[in-house]
Structures are given as structure tokens and as C-alpha cells.
């Protein structure tokens, strides 16, 4: 049998800025390659370039987001709301790193839900879907 001792490689390639940026990977003897176009098997590994400009864009997205930002600026998590929103933030991108597959609707929950248990924020504008839209 095949061994599968080692991870899909990626590279991202950043593109112009009129383009968008391409996930290349290098499958290894493991997985199959569905009809729906999508590969079982390893999750591709980023390198740390890729990884250090999604962190970056994370952060971004996050310090954009109006309900969050109003947490942290009223301090609805208690005083220590500005590190609670930076663990928010690391569990995301963990989130990410940790899943195969992710859903727009999975993101929202988690969203929502982590803005109701640390910040008694309950986003009933819909605003989850702002940044998992994203």
C-alpha cells in the first residue's frame, strides 16, 4: 500500500493586483480526485509566506468588522475585551488551518456564537455573515 506519510504541498502564487491569487497543489500517492473536482486525502499545507499574508488578511477582515470593533470599543467582553477579540481571531485562523472542508454557514455560527459567549454581543442584523462572506 501506498504510504501517506507525506502532506499535499501548496504554494500560493500572489498574482497582479487585478488578479486573484492561485492555490497550486502537488497531490502525493495519497487521496482520489472526486468528480465534483474536489481531492480527498491530505490538507494542503501553506507555505509560510501564504500563511503569514492569510493571517495578515484575517486580521484585516476582523478589524473592519463593525460589531466586533464595537465589543472591543465598549469593552462588551470586560476589560480584557481587546485580548479576547485577539483569541477570537487565533481561533479562526485555527479553525481554518484545521478544517478540509469549509461552509460559509459553519464560519457564521462560529462567529455569531463566540460573540454571544464573549462579548454578550447577539448579532441579530446578521452581521456573522459579513466577515464570513469574505
Not at 15 to 27: I, K
Not at 37 to 51: F, M, N, V, W
Not at 78 to 102: L, Q, R
Request: one cysteine or more.
Amino acid at each position: 500500500m501506498p504510504s501517506c506519510s507525506s502532506p499535499l504541498q501548496a504554494q500560493v502564487h500572489l498574482a497582479q493586483p487585478a488578479q486573484p491569487a492561485v492555490l497550486e497543489t502537488q497531490p502525493n500517492q495519497c487521496g482520489m480526485d472526486l468528480r465534483s473536482g474536489a481531492r480527498t486525502g491530505p490538507i494542503a499545507q501553506l507555505s509560510p509566506e501564504a500563511k503569514a499574508g492569510f493571517e495578515e488578511g484575517v486580521g484585516l477582515i476582523f478589524s473592519q468588522w463593525t460589531a466586533l470593533v464595537l465589543a472591543v470599543e465598549n469593552q462588551w467582553g470586560g476589560p480584557d475585551s481587546a485580548t479576547k477579540a485577539d483569541y477570537f481571531i487565533e481561533d479562526i485562523i485555527e479553525w481554518f488551518y484545521k478544517k478540509k472542508e469549509h461552509y460559509v454557514d459553519d464560519l457564521e455560527m462560529e462567529l455569531a456564537d463566540t460573540l454571544l459567549e464573549d462579548f454578550q454581543v447577539e448579532a441579530e442584523d446578521g452581521s456573522p455573515a459579513q466577515p464570513s462572506l469574505l
